[in-house]
C-alpha cells in the first residue's frame, strides 16, 4: 500500500497529525496526582513481602517458617510446596527459538517460588503476608532458609564451556538454545576471498533497568464472582491477562488486569513476575486483598537485566570497501531462567537487525544463548536491535581504520539506495523505503563535521582528547499483532479512545487524540484514553517494540472510518437526505452540492437527545474494531557524537550530539524529541556508566545505586535533533517508530568518538573511567 505523508484538511492545524502538542497527562503527572500501583489501597488489604535466596546457587534442605508465623500481625507464610500443591502453572517464555538442528530450544520448568534449589542471588523461596508491611518484613526475616551452597557461574562464555557449574540438569552444558542463521558454507567462501577481514571482539554489557517506579501488585480476588483482579504495572492489559490466567489455571474471563500510571518498563514490566500467584494463594485464602511493593534493593535483583551478549564479529570486504560478509559468534545470557522473551535478543534479534541499512550480500550468526547464576535477562529498550546495531557499526569503524578508508565513505559505499527499494535483505526482512545517504549527509551538514578538526585542537589545548563518531542505524520493529481501535462517546460529551497499547511514559494520549482529531475532527480536548483496563479490551498487542503508533494509530484511522460510515446513515436522518448523498470532510457531515451539514459533535449530542431513527440506522456512533497488524517498520538515522577524555583521570564527557532521523510521519515532533533524548541517555549510560558485576560465588557486587552508575542530567549535552523523513508505505500513518531508536543510534556514536579520541584502541562497554584510564597507559 501507499502512505504518503499524512496532510491534515482541518482549517486549525494546532492540534493535528505533525503538531507539537504538549502531553496530555504531564500536569496532573507534575501536581503529584498520578495514580501508580504502590499510592491504590484497598479495604482490608494485608500487605505482602517476598523471602529470596542470598546464594546463587544451592540445594534447598529446608524452609523453616515456625517463628515467622507466630509474630506479631502474621496471616500466613507460604512456601512452594504450597503454591505447587494448589496447582498454579509455571512462568512461561512466549518465543520458541530453534536450535541450528531444527529441535525445540530447552525450556526448564520455573515454578514461582523455587522448591528443589535456588539459582540465583534473589530467586524467591517464600513469601509472608501480614497486616502492615513492618510486620511482614519482620516476620520475612526470620524466615530460615537452609541451602547447601554448590559452585556457580555467572559469565555465558564461561557457562558453556566444559565442566562449568550446571543451572538445570536437563539443559546440559547450560545450553538453552544453540542458534544458527545464514548459509556457512557460503560465507566461509565469501571470507576466504575477500581482501580484508576486520575482526573485534564485542560485548554488550549487562544492565539492570531502573525503571523509576519499582514493580508493585495488588491482588484481590470476589469469591461471589470467582474473579480475580489484579493492579500491577505492565506493558499490555489484555497480553497479560492471558498470561496471568494461565498462570493460575483458570479462564481468561475471570482475569482482570486493571492499570493506572506506570512509572518506566522499557521492557521489564511485559510479562508475570513470580510474586503475582502468591498473591492470589493469599488472597484467596485470606478474603482479602494482598498488596506487594518491591524496595530499590530487591529490584536490582528481582527485576528482569538486560543485554548480557559477548559475540565474536567479524565483517569481510573487497579490495575496494565493498562488504561481501559479516558473521557474528558468540553468547548470549538469559541468566537462572526464561523470561517471557529472553532468548530472542541473542539470536532472531541481533540476526533480523544485523544488516542495518547496508548492502550486506550474506549473514551468518551463531549464537549460544546459555543459562547461568544470575538474574534473568529480559527485554530492554531495543530488545536486540541496539545491540546489532553497535556490532555492525564498530565493524565498520574498524575495518575503514584498518584499510586506511574513510569511515564515511565506506558507509556511503555500502548504502541501500533508494531506487534499490523494495529491498530484501540477507536476513530475510524487505525495507520499503529509505534515503540512508542523503540522512547521513543531513547529520554530518548538522554537526558540523568541517569545524570538527578546529574543536579537537581546542580540546588539546586543555589537556583532551576529542573523538568523533558516527552510528548510523536501522531497527526492525516488533512484529504485527493485532490491536484494538474503540471509539466511545460519552454522555458528557467526551469521545474515549479504547486501544490495548499501553502507555508507561510514552505521551500516547496526546498522539493518539491527534490522529482522531485529525481523522474525525473531534475536539483535542475532549479526547479521552482508557488502555489500562483488561475487560475493555478485545484485543490488545501491548506497547514494546517501537510498534505504537502503528499499531494502535491504524486501529484508530479504521475505527474512525467506521464511525463515519455509522454517521452518514444517522446524518442523512437528521439532514433529511440520503446518506449516499452525505460526505465528511473536517469534522462535519454535509449534503453534498449543499451548505446544509451539521457536525459530528452535534450529532452525537443529537444521539444523546434520543434522537428517533429508522429501522436499520445505527443508534450509536460508538466503534469497537480490531486492527489486524501492520508489518514492521524500519525507523534509521545517523547520530553523530564528540566526546572529550580527560588523558589523567580516564573521565570521559560526550560534549555535542547530533542526530537526524527517519520516523516517517512524525505524528507529534515534541513527544518524539523527548523519546529520542530518552534513548540517547540510556545509550550514554550502557556506554559509558553502567556496569554489573558479580563475584564468583554469583552475589551481585553492583546492586545499589552506590556501586551502580546512571548517567545525570550533567552528563549529556544538548542534543541537536533534526528529521529526514520518508512515509513507511506499509501503514495508513506512513509511521515508523521512535521509542528504541535512540539507544541503537547512540551506542556506536558514543563508542565510536571514544575509538577515534584512543586512536584506534578497542575498549569495551562500558568504558568506565578505570577502563580508560587502563587502555590509555596501553594495559
Not at 538454545?177 to 565469501?190: L, T
Amino acid at each position: 500500500m501507499n502512505a504518503p505523508s499524512y496532510v491534515s484538511t482541518l482549517d486549525s492545524l494546532k492540534f493535528g497529525i505533525g503538531q507539537p502538542v504538549p502531553r496530555q497527562e504531564d500536569p496532573t503527572l507534575l501536581r503529584g496526582q498520578g495514580r501508580y500501583t504502590d499510592d491504590l489501597n484497598l479495604p482490608g488489604q494485608a500487605w505482602c513481602v517476598m523471602v529470596r535466596s542470598q546464594v546463587a546457587h544451592g540445594i534447598i534442605k529446608g524452609i523453616d517458617t515456625e517463628q515467622a508465623r507466630t509474630m506479631p500481625g502474621v496471616l500466613g507464610v507460604w512456601t512452594g510446596a504450597d503454591l505447587d500443591a494448589a496447582g498454579y502453572g509455571p512462568l512461561k517464555t512466549l518465543i520458541p527459538v530453534p536450535n541450528r538442528d531444527g529441535t525445540p530450544m530447552k525450556t526448564p520448568t520455573r515454578h514461582s517460588l523455587a522448591t528443589d534449589k535456588v539459582r540465583f542471588v534473589g530467586d524467591p523461596v517464600a513469601f509472608v503476608v501480614a497486616e502492615t508491611v513492618a510486620q511482614a518484613k519482620d516476620a520475612a526475616e526470620a524466615v530460615t532458609v537452609d541451602i547447601e551452597p554448590l559452585p556457580a557461574v555467572t559469565d555465558a562464555r564461561a557457562g558453556a564451556q566444559a565442566g562449568a557449574p550446571q543451572v538445570f540438569d536437563d539443559a546440559p552444558g547450560n545450553i538453552c538454545v544453540d542458534y544458527h542463521y545464514g548459509d556457512a558454507e557460503k560465507v566461509a567462501a565469501a571470507f576466504a576471498q575477500a581482501a580484508h577481514v576486520a575482526r573485534l571482539r564485542l560485548v554488550s554489557n549487562r544492565i539492570v533497568v531502573c525503571a523509576m517506579e519499582p514493580r508493585s501488585a495488588l491482588a484481590q480476588y470476589d469469591a461471589a464472582s470467582d474473579r480475580y483482579t489484579l493492579y500491577a504495572g505492565n506493558q499490555g492489559a489484555f497480553g497479560l491477562k492471558h498470561q496471568m490466567a494461565d498462570l493460575l489455571k483458570i479462564k481468561p474471563a475471570q482475569m482482570r488486569i486493571l492499570t493506572g500510571n506506570v512509572g518506566g518498563s522499557f521492557g521489564m514490566k511485559g510479562s508475570p513476575y513470580p510474586e503475582y500467584a502468591g498473591l492470589f494463594h493469599a488472597a484467596k485464602l485470606l478474603g482479602r486483598p494482598v498488596k506487594w511493593t518491591d524496595e530499590r534493593s530487591g529490584s536490582f535483583l528481582s527485576d528482569q537485566h538486560g543485554r548480557d551478549h559477548d559475540f565474536d564479529g567479524e565483517l569481510a570486504l573487497d579490495k575496494d570497501g565493498t562488504f561481501l560478509a559479516v558473521r557474528l559468534t558468540g553468547y548470549a545470557n538469559v541468566g537462572a531462567y526464561l523470561a517471557n522473551v529472553g532468548p530472542l535478543m541473542g539470536s532472531m534479534g541481533v540476526t533480523r537487525n544485523l544488516a542495518a541499512i547496508y548492502r550486506t550480500p550474506l549473514i551468518e550468526v551463531s549464537s549460544k544463548v546459555v543459562f547461568t547464576h544470575t538474574s534473568p535477562v529480559g527485554a530492554y529498550r531495543g530488545a536486540g536491535r541496539p545491540e546489532a546495531n553497535y556490532f555492525m557499526e564498530r565493524l565498520i569503524d574498524t575495518a575503514a581504520r584498518e584499510m586506511g578508508l574513510d569511515h564515511l565513505a565506506l558507509r556511503r559505499r555500502n548504502h541501500i539506495r533508494p531506487e534499490e527499494m523494495p529491498y530484501k535483505t540477507a536476513s530475510g526482512t524487505t525495507y520499503d523505503s529509505g534515503e540512508f545517504t542523503a540522512l547521513l549527509d543531513e547529520a554530518l551538514q548538522l554537526a558540523d563535521i568541517a569545524g570538527f578538526a578546529a574543536r579537537k585542537e581546542e580540546s588539546a589545548r586543555r589537556g583532551k582528547l576529542r573523538g568523533l563518531g558516527v552510528g548510523n542505524y536501522l531497527e526492525v520493529t516488533a512484529p504485527p499483532m493485532k490491536e484494538m481501535g474503540g471509539i466511545r462517546f460519552e454522555a458528557n460529551g467526551d469521545v474515549t479512545i479504547i486501544t490495548g497499547t499501553l502507555d508507561y511514559g510514552q505521551g500516547h494520549w496526546s498522539a493518539f487524540a491527534q490522529v482522531l482529531h485529525e481523522k474525525l475532527g473531534i475536539p483535542f480536548e475532549r479526547v479521552k484514553l482508557i488502555q489500562g483496563d483488561s475487560d475493555l479490551l478485545i484485543a490488545g498487542g501491548g506497547t514494546g517494540g517501537s510498534k505504537s503508533i502503528m499499531a494502535s494509530g491504524a486501529a484508530i484511522v479504521e475505527a474512525s472510518d467506521k464511525v463515519i460510515d455509522k454517521g452518514k446513515q444517522i446524518a442523512g436522518v437528521a439532514l433529511e437526505a440520503s446518506a449516499a448523498d452525505i460526505e465528511f470532510k473536517a469534522g462535519r457531515f454535509t449534503i453534498v452540492g449543499t451548505d446544509r451539514s451539521i457536525e459530528i459533535m452535534g450529532l452525537a449530542a443529537k444521539l444523546r437527545g434520543g434522537m428517533t431513527l429508522p429501522e436499520g440506522v445505527p443508534t450509536t456512533l460508538d466503534v469497537s474494531h480490531v486492527h489486524e497488524a501492520a508489518p514492521s517498520a524500519y525507523p534509521n538515522g545517523a547520530h553523530v557524537a564528540e566526546v572529550e577524555v580527560d588523558p589523567d583521570t580516564g573521565t570521559v564527557a560526550v560534549v555535542k550530539y547530533t542526530m537526524v532521523n527517519d520516523f516517517g510521519t512524525v505524528i507529534n515532533p515534541l513527544l518524539v524529541e523527548g523519546q529520542s533524548h530518552g534513548g540517547v541517555v540510556q545509550g550514554i549510560g550502557q556506554a559509558l556508566f553502567e556496569r554489573t558485576v558479580y563475584s564468583e560465588d554469583g552475589q551481585f557486587i553492583t546492586g545499589s545505586f552506590t556501586d551502580y552508575a546512571l548517567p545525570r542530567a550533567s552528563d549529556v549535552p544538548s542534543f541537536q535533533i533534526a528529521y529526514h523523513s520518508v512515509p513507511a508505505t506499509t501503514n495508513v500513518l506512513g509511521a515508523k517508530g521512535c521509542g528504541e531508536a535512540g539507544c541503537a543510534g547512540s551506542l556506536p556514536s558514543v563508542m565510536n568518538a571514544l575509538v577515534d579520541a584512543l586512536d584506534g584502541k578497542h575498549i569495551d562497554m562500558p568504558a568506565t573511567p578505570e577502563r580508560v584510564w587502563e587502555a590509555l597507559q596501553g594495559r
